[in-house]
């Protein structure tokens, strides 16, 4: 998710410039030494147990400024982390974007030309047409066809709290609640403008024993989210057995994490005018009590909480375009 101008957010060329002053904590991490690899593909390495198991696939850098993936890959191979049973890639996908990573100017290595995150179907795969991301994609497609597990991780651009995106699907949700971080769950059924890679293939089948979970770990560059990312790999290495599990504990906090929450994603609130804004400066994952509230303005109309307990997803709060998604809402189960 994140800086998609379907989201409502500035593409690569226009940046917010009042969110400039955000404090960019992290530091991108030299991947120098993981170019060449024995997968044939840069960047993308394989690492096999020689016993039979699952291929459990991490993926980092899906966007090209979301450091805190390629800072937790970056420290699995510095570990000389090895699969127990089965196989572990470890890819970085957009490498090319992420090359392109400046402290001075962060929000413009999203993406080389198109979202690397909407292109994740067949039909645009095996396609005609040409660009940085379909090439790269082209290139990752064998090792997420051939994987039975995926965890793809991304942040935001907005400072809010980590969420687990599982997908629409039961077997999403119940991965979600296996891996047990971060405390919010969202389920969704993706964009209208393309398909996300968790939701590829055998990942969005329900009758598939693939499975695939999407973390936004917090705000692109804050101390926090490299610590998401590292707890959310490791536990998820945990679940689907690809490591030792002793390593593992090791690595995982030990005090209990929250109990997790589930949301539900029932409606996409699109902005119809210009001078669309919200009510009060929400940051996302905000509960507005009472059905009929309103949430924000669109023009002199008010947008409301079309039910009770009404979560916010991600909102956009600067430059929201007309025709865009300017919220997501949903609703809070087991609460
Ligand atoms: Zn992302």
Redesign the pocket.
Known sequence: ??ITPTMGIPTNATIATDMSDIAIELQAPDITPYRRSTTGVDWIHTLDSGKPGPHVLVNAL??GN?ICGAIALDRLFRMDVRPVQGKLTLAFANVRAFERFDTRNPYASRFIDEDF?RVWTRATLDGPRKSAELERARELRPFVEQADFLLDI??MLEPSPPVMICGPLEKGIRFAFDVGVPEHIVSDTGHSNGTRMRDYGGFGDPASPKNALLVECGQHWERASEHVAWQTVWRFLRHTGAVDRAQAEEQIDRAAPPRQKLIRVTDAVIASTPSFRFARPYTGLEIVPRRGDVIAWDGSQPVVAPYDNCVLIMPVPNNIKTGLTAVRLGRLENA
């Open positions: 998710m994140g899906t966007h979301e995150n991304h942040s």
